[in-house]
């Protein structure tokens, strides 16, 4: 265990980092960059919880055909969805999510508008007109809100509410009271706010089974034949906000009530091949970047699921070892790996450490505003330098303010 004793000089215990095998002492005290070089502005870690940090290769490339596509004379920015070269793109897309989440057939691809936020309306909106009820489970911020919004449209039956915990864990299997006649089970497979997740998905039996998966998904591989809904904003882990990506089963695309308005009607949409209005080209192009690169350059999702654990580690591991200087929010076994939310002694210590933090380049680490205390958001993009960076300063930090 390291020794957070106030010491003056900080001489700092490196074993911790060691152990991670992926650093050396000599290495973690590069000051390393992840700015464009040349007359570019620099670029700081940003832990923000979303719009999140994009590889920066994917910055680069975008770049290049913001003011024309080579042979093209068009700026990606102008192009018509109906092009060919969109239609390319927007294929591409979709083809490299197949590949890296093993989307089985039977399943649509969707590139909606609205956020995240519009799937809380559209879902019950499709499947509660029925009369049926819907299972939720509220393991945070998200989930609690979706529920809400569901009830203005349908019955909705919380099956587990973490609320009384400050939602500090995710049920355990034995907790869900499901209901075999739901329409559908919903749950936040990340909770961006109280960065709690789920390590794997509730068993549901037939029911269908929902998840807002906006702040994991692409984090790791997982089973889409589990899933009736899977979806998820882009804003964090997937590209830049503006495009909404659903992966619905097509007997639940089929259940769509007929009267719905087009644009939140799963069954026009996704007749329409997510083109029934002009969608969000550039955030599409982008995620094809984003998911080229994680096949091209990370390796598949196996591969990118090691870093992320690597990277929260790392964090986890500071946070244990300070002696409770560090109050992590999740408990252990529902730990996020995409968001590490913890607490400082007092708002004094806490300020300070935004302050300085910020001074390093390490930014948008404050917690958010309704659970308070310091997050960071440690999504695909954040290079292993940044947390390796951010855990330094927090080993220092604790060293030399601790009681
Ligand atoms: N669900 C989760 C888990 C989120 O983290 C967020 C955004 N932070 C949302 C939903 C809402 O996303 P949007 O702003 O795209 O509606």
Redesign the pocket.
């Given at each position: 265990m390291l020794d957070f004793t106030p010491v003056g000089l900080v001489i700092p215990d490196w074993q911790i980092f060691i152990k991670h095998g992926f650093i050396s002492p000599i290495k973690i005290q590069i000051d390393h960059k992840i700015g464009m070089t040349g007359n570019m502005e620099k670029r700081v870690y940003n832990f923000s919880?979303?719009p999140a940090m994009l590889p920066l290769s994917v910055l680069e490339e975008s770049q290049k055909n913001v003011v024309s596509i080579p042979g093209l004379g068009q700026s990606m920015l102008e192009i018509s969805h109906r092009s060919k070269t969109f239609t390319e793109v927007i294929e591409q897309a979709e083809a490299n999510l197949r590949t890296l989440l093993k989307i089985p057939d039977g399943y649509r691809v969707l590139f909606l508008q609205g956020?995240?936020?519009?799937q809380f309306a559209m879902i019950p909106m499709t499947f509660l007109r029925s009369g049926k009820s819907a299972d939720y489970i509220l393991s945070g911020t998200?989930s609690k809100k979706a529920s809400k919004e569901a009830k203005t449209l349908g019955n909705v039956n919380v099956v587990w509410n973490g609320e009384s915990s400050n939602y500090d864990h995710v049920p355990s299997q034995d907790e869900l009271k499901l209901d075999s006649n739901a329409a559908y089970v919903y749950h936040?497979s990340?909770?961006?706010i109280q960065g709690v997740q789920f390590q794997t998905e509730p068993e549901v039996g037939d029911v269908p089974l929902v998840c807002?998966a906006?702040?994991d998904l692409l984090c790791r591989p997982l089973s889409v034949e589990k899933y009736g809904i899977l979806y998820a904003?882009a804003?964090?882990n997937i590209g830049p906000?503006g495009v909404?990506l659903v992966i619905i089963r097509d007997d639940l695309v089929k259940q769509t009530p007929s009267d719905l308005p087009s644009l939140l009607n799963y069954s026009v949409l996704a007749e329409g091949k997510s083109l029934v209005n002009t969608p969000p080209v550039f955030s599409i192009y982008v995620m094809k970047l984003v998911t080229d690169w994680l096949l091209n350059d990370i390796g598949g999702l196996d591969r990118m699921l090691e870093i992320n654990q690597k990277k929260a580690d790392l964090l986890y591991d500071v946070i244990d070892a300070s002696n409770g200087f560090y109050d992590a929010h999740a408990k252990q076994g529902s730990r996020s790996l995409m968001n590490v939310a913890f607490r400082l002694p007092n708002e004094q210590l806490q300020d300070g450490f935004l302050t300085e933090a910020a001074k390093q380049d390490l930014v948008a680490l404050k917690g958010h505003r309704s659970v308070g205390g310091c997050r960071a958001s440690i999504y695909n993009a954040m290079p292993v330098e940044g947390v390796q960076k951010l855990a330094k300063f927090m080993y220092q930090f604790a060293s030399v303010n601790a009681q």
């Open positions: 919880p979303g956020g995240a936020q519009l998200w936040t990340n909770e961006t807002d906006s702040s904003c804003q964090k906000a909404t």
